[in-house]
């Protein structure tokens, strides 16, 4: 098993910046894929950004060339950096990770956080 825990969450202005940070514990070595996902009040949840294990990362078109999605092997630590939101960026962020050799963001990623809250005004 693979547990993921969130933080870094919070209010921030349209035209700033965040980091959202996601802590791997447990069997996080056989984490091929990991990503952030998010999910905004009376919609579906949606891909925002993934990462394999060799460093290939894909975005959703919406936050492609604002946000960025790394990963510290070293310290089991994936992050999202949010620049420039906008409020259409509200949402809960999920923290999301899977074994295999397949990252995409229709794979079905057996491991999730509990979220952190995003709000951007």
């Known amino acids: 098993d693979v547990q993921l825990v969130e933080s870094g969450g919070g209010s921030v202005e349209a035209g700033g910046s965040l980091r959202l940070s996601c802590e791997a514990s447990g069997d996080s070595a056989t984490a091929y894929c990991m990503g952030w996902f998010r999910q905004a009040p009376g919609k579906e949840r949606e891909g925002v950004a993934i990462i394999d294990r060799q460093g290939t990362t894909r975005y959703a078109n919406s936050v492609k060339g604002r946000f960025t999605i790394s990963s510290d092997t070293a310290k089991s630590t994936l992050y999202l950096h949010l620049t420039t939101p906008k409020p259409e960026d509200t949402a809960m962020y999920y923290c999301?990770?899977?074994?295999?050799?397949?990252?995409?963001?229709?794979?079905?990623?057996?491991?999730w956080g509990q979220g952190t809250q995003v709000t951007v005004s």
């Open positions: 999301a990770a899977k074994d295999g050799s397949w990252c995409h963001f229709t794979a079905d990623f057996g491991y």
